[in-house]
Each structure stands twice: as C-alpha cells, then as structure tokens.
C-alpha cells in the first residue's frame, strides 16, 4: 500500500478514501457486435473483497492532477482510469481546484477482475464526496460508461445483471454470502485479444439476444442457481490458447467448489466455496504453484469510502 497522506496536513474533510473491490462473473455471455465496435453482453456480476483503494485530496489553488500509484506496471499519467475519471469529475464539477491521488493496487491486472473501473467508479464515488457535487448514482454511471464498460456495475453492485455494453445494470439480490477462491495465472490477458480469439473461434454471427435459463429478474437468486447457470463465453477460445487456466478451474472443481469459472476474459479463474475452511483448504492446493497467486476473499459490496 502507498503512504497516506500525513495526518496533520489537511483537514480530514479535504480527503477521502474509497475502498475498491474487484468482480466476478458468474455468467457472462458474449452477443453481437455493435456498430461502435463494441459487443452487446449478458452478465451476471458481483463484487469480491479483493479490494485497491484510492485515496483523493483536493490541492486548493492547483489546477493539476497528481496520481501516485504503488506499482510500476501501471502509468501515473493520463492514460491511467483514475486519472481520467479525476478529469472527467473535476470538469463536470466546473470547479478550480488541482487533485492528487494515491492508488494502492492490490487486484492483478489484465486478470479479468475489472480492477481499473473499479478504480475509476470508486474515483467518482470519493470526488463526489469532496467537491460535494451530489451525484446521482446513474450520473456517476454516465461519465464513467465512456472509461471502461464494467464502471457502471460497480457504480450499482454488489451484484446485477448487466447488459448491452455494460451500461444496463439491474442489481439483484444473490442469496448469502460465499467464500471466492482466485487463483491467478502471473500472467495477464488483454480484453481486446480475448474478444478477437472468441470472434475466430464463432462459425456463425454471435447471437444476437439471449434468454438466461431462469428469470434473473426474481427478487432472489442463489448461488445453486448460478452454479446450474455459469458459463463464460470466453472460456473456449481463451482455454484453447492458455490450457494451464483449464486446468486450473478443473482444480478448483476437484477441490469442491460449487461453481469455477473463468473471470470475465481472464486470466483469473475463480471457485466459490460455502465455507471458509473449504475455501482455504482449495487454495492450499495451489501453495508452491510458481508464478501462481491466489486470494480467499468473501463476496463483498461495492465500493465503499472508509471511514
Ligand atoms: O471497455 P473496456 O475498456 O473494458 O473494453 C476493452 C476492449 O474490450 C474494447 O476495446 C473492446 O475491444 C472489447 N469490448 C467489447 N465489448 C464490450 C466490452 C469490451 O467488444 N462490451
């Protein structure tokens, strides 16, 4: 984690830290191609407490951005989510102030856990608070939709459905908390990569809508019912390519998980456990894996500013 700011500094009111989980999906289907290039998807989503966080404070007097993050592998400039998220929130605020922020990254990245809108949403959710704009939760979605297409769940989660390009989210109620053993790969597949494999890999047209074998609109789903459901369209192509991520959602099966899946495009698979023995006696299976990183993390809400 990055240092905080010192305490004796500013006043607390002038910063805020927002905690910010990563995602899962439990069903993710791919559909058609959209004239903007992107594909119309059904997912069924839900956060896990893997969680980044993103602490902000306003720089009175400044006009810039200043973004720390712990890691090298991603950049501090303004190709980074947070950093556009700040932007786009300081020019919709229309005040005059400059920012600087610490990320602290703890969710592996290109791993399919959507940590970067889950950054860029909690980035909404803490200047929100600051500059005391008053957002809606659907404003935040609407400037954060054009950052990355997981924003807006994060912006509703803990867990929906969502739909179209990832801007329609409905949330629903999934039953009980689970126990999310992730078991990452050390390596990171990139989205756009994953969307081409499964393109070639289609004989025909991606289907154009798709009916989910029970309405996900009930007021309750539970997690039999989505372990009866779970698919990831992504799995064929992406497996056909990496086999060691075959192998290690077999794993997680072999070691009792109701439900193991791909995450999103990968590269992180995840199972779901009832208990938490259960859970950490599986991820003992992948002790001494090289490269191999493993969480036992709960299903959790979304993000959240710590108080
Ligand atoms: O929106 P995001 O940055 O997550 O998307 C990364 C890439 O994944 C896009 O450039 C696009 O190629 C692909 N994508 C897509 N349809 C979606 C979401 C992502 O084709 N609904």
Redo the contacts with the bound molecule.
């Keep these: 984690m990055t240092k905080s700011f010192p305490a004796s500094d500013p006043t607390p009111q002038d910063i805020v830290t927002v905690a910010a989980p990563a995602k899962i999906n439990p069903i993710l289907r ?1 559909l058609d ?2 004239p903007d ?5 059904w997912s069924v989503m839900q956060t896990v407490g893997l969680e980044d966080e993103v602490q902000m404070r306003l720089l009175p007097g400044r006009h810039d951005i200043r973004l720390h993050c712990d890691t090298e592998q991603l950049a501090s400039d303004h190709t980074n989510l947070v950093y556009r998220a700040a932007s786009a929130a300081i020019g919709r605020s229309r005040r005059s102030t400059g920012l600087e922020i610490k990320l602290s990254k703890r969710i592996p990245m290109g791993a399919g856990l959507g940590g ?2 889950s950054d860029a949403a909690a980035t909404l959710i803490g200047l929100n608070r600051l500059l005391n704009m008053h957002w809606s939760r659907e404003e935040m979605a609407a400037m954060g939709e054009p ?4 924003v807006p769940f994060f912006l509703f989660g803990p867990s929906a459905v969502v739909s ?3 801007e329609k989210v409905r949330p629903v109620n999934i039953e009980g908390p689970r126990w999310v053993v992730l078991v990452n790969p050390g390596f990171g597949i ?3 990569w ?3 494999q499964l393109a070639a890999s289609r004989s025909s047209v991606n289907p154009a809508s798709w009916h989910p074998p029970r309405p996900y609109d009930a007021e309750h789903v539970t997690w039999d019912q989505l372990a009866q459901d779970s698919e990831n369209d992504f799995e064929g192509p992406v497996y056909a390519k990496h086999g060691i991520l075959k192998e290690l959602t077999q794993a997680l099966r072999d070691q009792g998980a109701e439900m193991a899946l791909l995450s999103g ?1 990968g590269a992180t698979v995840f199972g779901i456990f009832r208990h938490e023995v259960a859970a950490k006696l599986a991820r003992k299976h992948f002790d001494g894996l090289k490269k191999i990183q493993t969480f036992v993390v709960q299903t959790c809400s979304g993000p959240r500013i710590v108080p």
Excluded: F, Q, V
């Design positions: 791919i191609r959209r290039g992107y594909h119309n998807l970067g809108s950052l990355g297409s997981d179209g390009r990832g990139e989205t756009r994953a969307y081409a495009s």
